[in-house]
């Protein structure tokens, strides 16, 4: 999605930042792992392959991602986007019959960030982002029924448990943005900065 590709959202812990070509590397190494395709139901891809799904993911208008950065350690001029990267946030807008619905998706990838608070906030600043960037007022997430601490994860967010297919054994979680709801992730999410991300890298990098 063009609209975010010079957004940098950043939080107390995460900063996002857009999916670029030189993120791809990492991601693919990433993806290797047959826990992770277990947990986010993908195949693997090739290098090649890899790097078509990010340029399907900055021009598709149906998508929005976020890479994950350790934002303490990428303030730090000298540590580069590849050297700070945990994980990846993403938004699925694919209900033509219901555009104001959106489901998302967390990935923190580095064992060692997982458990500290990285896949919740970048789950906050996401739907931040999707209720006041892109008009979005329903979100989904669908999770794995082993995947536990991510079920937990998104109920303390608020959302509550719709459905379970014994079929594709996952849990569809859902939080409606209602006034109240809207009022709440704002006052969680008060502290987050959107800059331009181009702008942040001529100055520090």
């Known amino acids: 999605m063009r609209i975010n590709q010079d957004t940098l959202l950043q939080g107390h812990l995460a900063t996002l930042v857009p999916y ?26 090739t290098l090649e392959q890899e790097f078509e799904m990010q340029r399907s993911w900055r021009d598709d208008n149906d ?10 350690k990428w303030a730090d001029t000298a540590c580069t986007d590849d050297d700070c990267m945990v994980g990846d946030v993403n938004l699925f807008l ?5 555009p104001a619905l959106g489901e998302i998706e967390v990935m923190i990838a580095e064992p060692s960030y997982r458990g500290k608070g990285f896949g919740k906030e970048s789950t906050l600043l996401m739907l931040r982002y999707g ?7 329903k979100f989904e997430a669908k999770i794995g029924q082993e995947n536990v ?10 959302f509550q448990e719709v459905s379970v297919s014994s079929v594709f054994q996952e849990v569809t979680l859902r939080l409606i943005m209602t006034e109240q709801e809207q009022q709440w992730l704002l006052g969680q999410t008060d502290y987050v900065l959107e800059k ?10």
């Open 20 to 45: 670029n070509p030189e993120h791809v590397p990492r991601y693919h190494e990433w993806m290797k792992s047959e826990e992770l395709q277990r947990l986010t139901a993908s195949e693997p891809l």
């Open 63 to 72: 998508k929005c991602t976020f890479i994950v950065l350790d934002g303490k």
């Open 94 to 98: 694919t209900n033509p019959e219901d």
């Open 131 to 137: 209720v006041t960037s892109l008009g979005i007022s």
């Open 149 to 158: 601490a991510s079920i937990a994860m998104f109920q303390k967010l608020h």
């Open 196 to 205: 331009s991300y181009s702008e942040t890298q001529r100055m520090f990098r």
